[in-house]
């Protein structure tokens, strides 16, 4: 494949690129670097040589991505830019649905400015668990056909780009240049690239897992659970958490095995809800640390429970995760950030 990475330079885009670059594709990341890093872009240049390359663009530039995929011939997309904290969103949802959904629809004209529409034949979407919202009584685990009822303006945008994406590829296929599509819903991504070179570093850092490893680092005095009062076990939402490797096997296996003219969805999640409590008893045993930890109020937009049902990306992608025990994942996020206590910036 020859592909185009859109937030190449993110933590889960930089993983995508390694994966596929390791797999012997082409691969251009583009991204505007407002929250990837350089630092990585670097890395892979240097491991990978000229069958990587880094274009600094947004995702929202036309001509950057046009001319992306001419001069390089690319035939895949993997749609990873995006802007992604739920409690941001909900304070600034224009913003999200600017980045999230406009620059996605010019992205998609971008694609039909290039070699006549024909090139891109492929279209891998990051979607999210968030375009479910709250999942009705008997809904959890989620399996795809859980109603989407959205409960941020991150969650609506990733919804409606969904939308426009199906309609995108119905276009495309009465035009005869039908694509393959997938829209992987992802549920909580978590950890680092096994080998130790990629890792995971936001700025702001809102992730649990980030987060409960600077305050286990001592890089912060105290952090914060969001909601002890909900109605689960422990008081605490509950989540899936994937580990970034084998969300990116889910990718390539989409790519594999979609063909043109098809539209799928699926959810990426391995199963099984961890509280945010249980993460962080994980964190404890993993780093050996212990710190401090304030029971805060709700973060606005959050959902209560949210857990996969893999039935349908384990029949059709034969896909399954290699981690499934919370310590192994949490230790793979542990040992980069001790290696790179200043993430990317200070490496
Ligand atoms: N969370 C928390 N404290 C933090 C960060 C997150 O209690 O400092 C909670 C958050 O409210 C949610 C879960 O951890 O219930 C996962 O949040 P995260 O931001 O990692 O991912 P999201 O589910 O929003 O995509």
């Known amino acids: 494949m020859r592909v185009l990475v859109t937030g190449g330079a993110g933590y889960i885009g930089s993983h995508a690129c390694q994966r596929l670059l390791r797999d012997g594709h082409h691969v251009v990341a583009v991204d505007s670097l407002f929250r990837g890093h350089r630092a990585p872009m670097g890395l ?4 990978f040589g000229d069958r990587f390359a880094f274009v600094h663009a947004d ?9 992306a995929i001419d001069a390089h011939d ?28 406009s620059a996605g629809i010019a ?16 279209v891998i979407f990051s979607s999210s668990c968030a375009t479910y919202g709250d999942p009705p009584e008997g809904m959890i685990p989620v399996p795809e056909t859980c109603p989407q009822r959205p409960t941020s303006p991150y969650g609506f945008s990733k919804l409606h780009f969904e939308h426009i994406l199906l309609d995108y590829a119905n276009k495309r296929r009465s035009d005869g240049k039908p694509i393959a599509l997938a829209m992987l819903r992802y549920f909580n991504v978590a950890g680092s690239d096994r080998g ?17 490893m ?20 422990d008081g605490t939402c509950v989540r899936d958490y994937v580990h970034v490797e084998d969300l990116i096997e889910a990718h390539v296996r989409a790519a594999d095995r979609i063909g ?16 945010v409590r249980q993460i962080l008893d994980s964190v404890r045993r993993v780093s050996g640390t212990d710190f401090e930890v304030i029971e ?3 973060r606005a937009g959050d959902a209560i429970a949210l857990y996969n049902d893999p039935t349908k990306i384990k029949r059709e992608l034969g896909w399954s995760p290699e981690i499934t025990e919370i310590d192994e994942l949490v230790s793979t996020a542990w040992d980069w950030f001790q290696a790179n206590p200043d993430g990317y910036a200070k490496g």
């Open 196 to 212: 130790g070179v990629l890792g995971e570093d936001h700025t702001p850092e809102t992730h649990l897992v980030p987060v409960a």
């Open 59 to 67: 995702v929202g530039d036309r001509a950057s991505i046009t001319g």
């Open 107 to 122: 992205m998609l004209e971008a694609i039909d400015a290039s070699r006549d529409g024909r090139g891109v034949d492929r």
């Open 74 to 101: 690319l035939d895949t997309v993997m749609h990873f830019g995006a802007i992604a904290y739920v409690g941001e969103s909900v304070d600034d949802p224009l913003w999200y649905y600017r980045n999230n959904v």
């Open 214 to 233: 600077q305050a286990a680092q001592g890089r912060r005095a105290s952090m914060s659970i969001f909601g002890t009062d909900y109605p689960t076990e």
């Open 260 to 275: 043109p003219g098809v539209s799928e969805a699926y959810n990426v999640g391995i199963g099984a809800g961890y509280s």
């Open 296 to 298: 805060a109020g709700r």
């Open 44 to 47: 892979l240049g240097a491991e």
